[in-house]
């Protein structure tokens, strides 16, 4: 997706978009950021969207910057925002003019690097690591591809849905992530491929954990009291 479909998405966010913070039921991401807030003071919601994220941010951080490329995301990420004192938004042009040397001791990336162009992605996880301090925490929500291979044993098994919402997506290059949800190519991550990741930028990797969602995320209602596994997104914190 580029900034003019996300700006399409802006105005009807909760229809296209699952929260992941809200719809978290393990709780892992709150706690994770909790963790992090005790020991450092500035983050930067590198893809803050519409900004779900921001308040939370704002009560464990002294300073919070969200930034995002579509304009239309971040003028209701600013309303959302307003009456909190230490919460700035800017679009990623802005905040690059404004502010070029502006670091931060935590960035936060949720579901940002999902694009199915591995260049793009870099580019991006790059611009965003620019702003990271020496010493700073990387947090990174990414979709998980096992949790993609689950749900598609959980369909067969216990559902009666003949069609999948995941599909590989024709043509381009061979990336064994990229699914295609309902239609949209996105780039999922396996355990073992996100160290790799880091350490191609020199980042250590302190946690990896699942943050997990209902079922119902998955379009499968009534199937969370049946099943101890439910699906997930991979929840990481790294340093440099």
């Not at 709150?30 to 807030?37: E, K």
């Not at 960035?107 to 790059?126: E, F, G, Q, S, Y």
């Not at 919402?165 to 024709?170: D, G, I, K, M, T």
Request: aromatic share 8%.
């Amino acid at each position: 997706m580029n900034e003019r479909d996300w700006d399409r998405v802006a105005g009807a966010w909760d229809d296209h978009i699952m929260s992941s913070l809200e719809e978290n039921v393990n709780g892992s991401i709150a706690a994770l950021i909790a963790s992090v807030a005790a020991s450092h003071r500035s983050i930067l919601d590198y893809g803050c969207g519409v900004g779900r994220y921001l308040p939370l941010l704002s009560r464990s951080f002294e300073q919070v910057v969200g930034v995002d490329y579509s304009r239309l995301c971040v003028e209701q990420a600013g309303a959302l925002t307003r009456t909190l004192p230490n919460v700035r938004t800017h679009t990623t042009t802005q905040f690059a003019r404004s502010a070029p040397g502006a670091r931060f001791d935590v960035v936060l990336m949720a579901n940002v690097l999902l694009h199915a162009d591995a260049k793009i992605r870099n580019r991006i996880l790059d611009l965003a690591l620019a702003r990271l301090r020496p010493g700073g925490t990387l947090l990174l929500l990414v979709p998980a591809i096992e949790s993609v291979h689950l749900a598609e044993a959980v369909r067969l098994a216990y559902t009666r849905k003949r069609v999948s919402a995941y599909a590989r997506p024709a043509g381009g290059v061979f990336d064994p992530g990229v699914i295609a949800i309902n239609g949209q190519p996105t780039k999922h991550y396996s355990a073992d491929e996100i160290p790799l990741l880091l350490q191609a930028r020199r980042l250590k990797l302190d946690s990896l954990a699942r943050a997990e969602y209902s079922w119902d995320s998955e379009s499968f209602e009534g199937l969370d009291r049946r099943l101890p596994q439910r699906p997930w997104d991979w929840l990481l914190s790294a340093t440099r």
